[in-house]
């Protein structure tokens, strides 16, 4: 039998250990790089989705605020009586059905219809709007 040098051994052991630490740390460096990557492309898929529903938020607040300008510019004019203009300047402020419906006994038509055109100025979601002729005496 062949006598072994305890020094090869043990050089050889040594050797073995850092190939196999080195191939091990090398492949975590790859799993953390693939890991770095995922989550980039990821932070980037939710930056563009972002983006876009942040540009379609901005469009839609724009509506809004026109629509609402648009309803802020409706006055009562000199045809209108005195529970027109309370009824009117109440929606302005508040766009609050209730406080104005009690007014609509004694509001003309020109004046609720005006109410509502403000009512629907301020609520962008279509199923709330209002119909004047549904509130208009006939």
Do not use: C, P
């Amino acid at each position: 039998m062949k006598k072994f040098d305890f020094k090869s051994m043990v050089i050889g052991l040594v050797i073995g250990i850092a190939v196999v630490s080195i191939g091990f740390a090398a492949l975590q460096m790859s799993k953390k790089s693939a890991d770095i990557t995922a989550k980039s492309e990821n932070i980037s898929d939710k930056a563009s989705t972002t983006d876009a529903s942040n540009n379609k938020t901005n469009t839609e607040d724009a509506e809004t605020t026109k629509r609402i300008q648009e309803g802020m510019k409706i006055t009562a004019d000199a045809s209108n009586n005195e529970a027109d203009v309370e009824a009117i300047e109440i929606m302005k402020k508040t766009g609050n059905w209730e406080y104005t419906e009690k007014y609509f006994t004694q509001m003309s038509a020109n004046g609720i219809e005006k109410v509502v055109e403000i009512y629907n100025s301020k609520h962008m979601n279509v199923s709330e709007h209002k119909k004047a002729s549904d509130y208009i005496k006939k």
